[in-house]
């Protein structure tokens, strides 16, 4: 779709995008305004739009108006100028943070909030959502009529929604200040929006009004999504999914909306089942881009899509930070790296994303480049989540634990909903063995994103520590689902499996970890078509046959650990492990998709690879075992030379020197 685009497609884009960003300024959005306003910038230019800035042809023929802007329905048109100078009074309230005040200009004081005194704002929220699913035909009784009655006197749209939007954020910071301290007494819930009730009402009773009067097709699908953000809040993600399905049907260049139906899409499944439902425009394959990369999905098709994405938006950031992002899931940090390095020097004063930029950092131990990106965030912003979370992982990598929580705390502070700091913090308490603290921390990362595996794989390693294998299991599965093609998950669970004494099942998981660790040459003929396999995978899958006292295939394991110094084994060596997987077809055919294109990008690592790992301390354990088991059977000749070359790796010296010596005491007792 993308790749058809035309020359006129590329103006009425433009004319789009222009349209979504001053409309979600007017109503305050003001990210999803920054959203629209950037990629509209990196749109590809076209020779009889984009004029010579010297000419005079700007003056003598000025720019078409944008006929997005005008107002489709006349009715709307009439309110919107009547209301006008009302708008820029409550706008300007709004702008200096009077929420309350700002709704006031359009919505009486007799509209107030809810009564909390019988029940919870919660269970009247969920009874008032549930009440929309009960209305019958409006004579069903005064209370049903009163719930279709819109409370609200007759507003266009847009104040209407101004105003509404004013009374969710004043419930939301107040929400805020009751919370007070991070992880403190107060800040595990309890606290919620004493507006949402009074509000979902409103809203519930605004749409049946429209429906009964035939005029919901005349919706402009903001009102949809924030009654869609006031049923997530309440827990009712099913309805929410709807509503914000068809607020990007009425408004499909809202940003905003195609976000929060991103987070409500737990798994690739759901994200198949909405798509379904969606628009088909171009704003549908941003979104199945952004929902790939947050599930964790790097395919070849989610590849391809973002490369068309780009021959339209060549400048864009948003576009370019997704696939840094692919290529860090991939683990492929050299070249997220290079990608976030470029965007840092075209926009060094941006910060979007680059929490996540320092994350790779961390991980590849680059310490004085992350020191430059926390100068630069620092010198841009001091009070920003990113910045604080860029810091803190400066800190974290020099070991300065408590500073680290520190500025993790604070990027919680300046916004309770910032995924990459409940995380990292959970982290940081991990290192400083307060367990309790991280559980809690990584419980509150996984409610703000349940696609966060690493949340998910922290939970598993607190109650590793704390010896609860069962709740450790359950998380790690949670982790691995996420990531089938992570062996580090499937390890965690095999690990924990071992421990509750479940050795088939461990078996299992650990040649899964096998099988998504393992990748082929990009010409295994140069190499005899052989795989390479992590050592450790394999000797911990042979020491537990041994536990179930099946020598023969916990000897068979031994020797492909040893085989893995030379440059691995012949494929249908490797392949009788496969076969013994379960249901892993499809997380193996994405790995091998993955780890293919990650080893064109990184050949002399992969070569090093091919060329085996040469001796470590876990070859030379299997070594030794395998002398050992070669001299209980009688296969003197073996057990000397796995003896001779355990001399020679320095390892295990000793123990191989003993051998030697049986051996030598054996050939002279049968001599």
Same mark, same amino acid.
């Given at each position: 779709?993308?790749?058809?685009?035309?020359?006129?497609?590329?103006?009425?884009?433009?004319?789009?995008?222009?349209?979504?960003?001053?409309?979600?300024?007017?109503?305050?959005?003001?990210?999803?305004?920054?959203?629209?306003?950037?990629?509209?910038?990196?749109?590809?230019?076209?020779?009889?739009?984009?004029?010579?800035?010297?000419?005079?042809?700007?003056?003598?023929?000025?720019?078409?108006?944008?006929?997005?802007?005008?107002?489709?329905?006349?009715?709307?048109?009439?309110?919107?100028?009547?209301?006008?100078?009302?708008?820029?009074?409550?706008?300007?309230?709004?702008?200096?943070?009077?929420?309350?005040?700002?709704?006031?200009?359009?919505?009486?004081?007799?509209?107030?909030?809810?009564?909390?005194?019988?029940?919870?704002?919660?269970?009247?929220?969920?009874?008032?959502?549930?009440?929309?699913?009960?209305?019958?035909?409006?004579?069903?009784?005064?209370?049903?009529?009163?719930?279709?009655?819109?409370?609200?006197?007759?507003?266009?749209?847009?104040?209407?929604?101004?105003?509404?939007?004013?009374?969710?954020?004043?419930?939301?910071?107040?929400?805020?200040?009751?919370?007070?301290?991070?992880?403190?007494?107060?800040?595990?819930?309890?606290?919620?929006?004493?507006?949402?009730?009074?509000?979902?009402?409103?809203?519930?009773?605004?749409?049946?009004?429209?429906?009964?009067?035939?005029?919901?097709?005349?919706?402009?699908?903001?009102?949809?999504?924030?009654?869609?953000?006031?049923?997530?809040?309440?827990?009712?993600?099913?309805?929410?999914?709807?509503?914000?399905?068809?607020?990007?049907?009425?408004?499909?260049?809202?940003?905003?909306?195609?976000?929060?139906?991103?987070?409500?899409?737990?798994?690739?499944?759901?994200?198949?089942?909405?798509?379904?439902?969606?628009?088909?425009?171009?704003?549908?394959?941003?979104?199945?881009?952004?929902?790939?990369?947050?599930?964790?999905?790097?395919?070849?098709?989610?590849?391809?899509?973002?490369?068309?994405?780009?021959?339209?938006?060549?400048?864009?950031?948003?576009?370019?930070?997704?696939?840094?992002?692919?290529?860090?899931?991939?683990?492929?940090?050299?070249?997220?790296?290079?990608?976030?390095?470029?965007?840092?020097?075209?926009?060094?004063?941006?910060?979007?994303?680059?929490?996540?930029?320092?994350?790779?950092?961390?991980?590849?131990?680059?310490?004085?480049?992350?020191?430059?990106?926390?100068?630069?965030?620092?010198?841009?912003?001091?009070?920003?989540?990113?910045?604080?979370?860029?810091?803190?992982?400066?800190? $974290?990598?020099?070991?300065?634990?408590?500073?680290?929580?520190?500025?993790?705390?604070?990027?919680?502070?300046?916004?309770?909903?910032?995924?990459?700091?409940?995380?990292?913090?959970?982290?940081?308490?991990?290192?400083?063995?307060?367990?309790?603290?991280?559980?809690?921390?990584?419980?509150?990362?996984?409610?703000?994103?349940?696609?966060?595996?690493?949340?998910?794989?922290?939970?598993?390693?607190?109650?590793?520590?704390?010896?609860?294998?069962?709740?450790?299991?359950?998380?790690?599965?949670?982790?691995?689902?996420?990531?089938?093609?992570?062996?580090?998950?499937?390890?965690?669970?095999?690990?924990?499996?071992?421990?509750?004494?479940?050795?088939?099942?461990?078996?299992?998981?650990?040649?899964?970890?096998?099988?998504?660790?393992?990748?082929?040459?990009?010409?295994?003929?140069?190499?005899?078509?052989?795989?390479?396999?992590?050592?450790?995978?394999?000797?911990?899958?042979?020491?537990?046959?041994?536990?179930?006292?099946?020598?023969?295939?916990?000897?068979?394991?031994?020797?492909?650990?040893?085989?893995?110094?030379?440059?691995?084994?012949?494929?249908?060596?490797?392949?009788? $492990?496969?076969?013994?997987?379960?249901?892993?077809?499809?997380?193996?055919?994405?790995?091998?998709?993955?780890?293919?294109?990650?080893?064109?990008?990184?050949?002399?690592?992969?070569?090093?690879?091919?060329?085996?790992?040469?001796?470590?301390?876990?070859?030379?354990?299997?070594?030794?075992?395998?002398?050992?088991?070669?001299?209980?059977?009688?296969?003197?000749?073996?057990?000397?030379?796995?003896?001779?070359?355990?001399?020679?790796?320095?390892?295990?010296?000793?123990?191989?020197?003993?051998?030697?010596?049986?051996?030598?005491?054996?050939?002279?007792?049968?001599?």
């Amino acid at each position: 779709m993308a790749s058809n685009f035309s020359e006129d497609n590329i103006k009425e884009l433009k004319y789009r995008l222009e349209a979504a960003a001053i409309q979600c300024s007017e109503r305050c959005l003001y990210q999803s305004a920054k959203w629209a306003a950037e990629i509209l910038d990196s749109i590809v230019p076209i020779d009889n739009y984009d004029t010579d800035p010297d000419s005079l042809m700007d003056v003598t023929d000025p720019r078409p108006q944008n006929p997005y802007l005008r107002a489709q329905d006349p009715v709307e048109a009439a309110l919107e100028a009547q209301e006008h100078h009302k708008y820029l009074l409550a706008k300007s309230y709004f702008d200096t943070r009077e929420y309350d005040r700002c709704a006031s200009v359009f919505l009486p004081p007799a509209i107030s909030p809810v009564s909390l005194s019988t029940s919870s704002p919660k269970s009247k929220l969920k009874s008032s959502l549930r009440n929309r699913k009960s209305q019958g035909s409006p004579h069903t009784g005064s209370k049903d009529n009163d719930l279709k009655r819109s409370p609200y006197p007759k507003l266009s749209q847009k104040s209407l929604f101004l105003a509404l939007y004013a009374k969710y954020l004043a419930g939301e910071k107040r929400k805020n200040e009751e919370t007070e301290m991070v992880l403190g007494p107060a800040d595990g819930g309890a606290t919620v929006n004493r507006e949402l009730p009074d509000l979902a009402r409103g809203l519930e009773g605004w749409f049946a009004e429209r429906q009964e009067k035939g005029v919901e097709d005349q919706n402009h699908g903001w009102l949809e999504y924030l009654y869609g953000v006031i049923l997530i809040k309440g827990r009712n993600e099913e309805e929410a999914r709807k509503w914000l399905i068809r607020s990007v049907h009425l408004n499909p260049f809202h940003w905003g909306a195609w976000q929060e139906l991103n987070d409500l899409l737990a798994s690739t499944e759901d994200l198949k089942q909405v798509v379904e439902h969606l628009p088909q425009n171009i704003m549908t394959l941003i979104f199945h881009v952004h929902c790939s990369q947050e599930l964790y999905q790097a395919t070849e098709d989610t590849y391809q899509t973002l490369s068309e994405l780009e021959n339209i938006f060549p400048t864009s950031a948003f576009l370019k930070t997704q696939r840094a992002l692919l290529y860090y899931h991939s683990k492929d940090f050299e070249e997220a790296s290079h990608i976030f390095t470029d965007i840092l020097i075209t926009s060094p004063h941006r910060l979007d994303s680059l929490d996540h930029y320092s994350n790779i950092l961390y991980v590849m131990g680059a310490r004085p480049q992350l020191a430059f990106v926390a100068q630069v965030a620092t010198a841009t912003d001091k009070f920003r989540p990113e910045t604080c979370c860029v810091v803190g992982n400066y800190y $974290s990598l020099k070991s300065e634990h408590e500073k680290a929580v520190m500025y993790f705390r604070r990027a919680l502070t300046l916004d309770r909903n910032f995924l990459s700091a409940w995380t990292l913090m959970g982290h940081e308490y991990i290192e400083m063995k307060n367990t309790h603290a991280a559980i809690e921390s990584y419980r509150r990362a996984v409610d703000v994103n349940r696609k966060d595996y690493r949340a998910w794989y922290g939970l598993g390693q607190a109650y590793e520590v704390l010896d609860m294998s069962f709740y450790a299991l359950f998380y790690y599965q949670r982790a691995a689902a996420l990531r089938p093609y992570d062996p580090k998950m499937w390890q965690a669970v095999g690990s924990c499996y071992a421990k509750m004494g479940r050795i088939e099942q461990s078996i299992k998981a650990l040649k899964r970890a096998l099988v998504a660790g393992s990748y082929y040459a990009e010409d295994p003929s140069q190499h005899g078509g052989r795989k390479i396999l992590d050592p450790e995978t394999l000797y911990q899958i042979a020491t537990l046959y041994e536990r179930l006292e099946d020598e023969e295939e916990a000897a068979a394991y031994m020797e492909l650990t040893l085989q893995q110094e030379t440059g691995g084994q012949p494929d249908e060596v490797s392949d009788v $492990s496969d076969s013994e997987i379960e249901d892993d077809q499809s997380a193996t055919a994405s790995t091998s998709g993955a780890n293919q294109r990650r080893a064109r990008r990184r050949p002399n690592d992969d070569e090093e690879a091919y060329h085996g790992t040469g001796p470590t301390a876990t070859t030379s354990k299997a070594r030794l075992w395998l002398a050992r088991w070669s001299l209980r059977h009688g296969d003197l000749e073996r057990a000397d030379q796995l003896a001779g070359e355990l001399c020679q790796d320095g390892v295990e010296v000793e123990e191989a020197k003993a051998l030697m010596r049986d051996v030598r005491a054996r050939r002279e007792a049968g001599a």
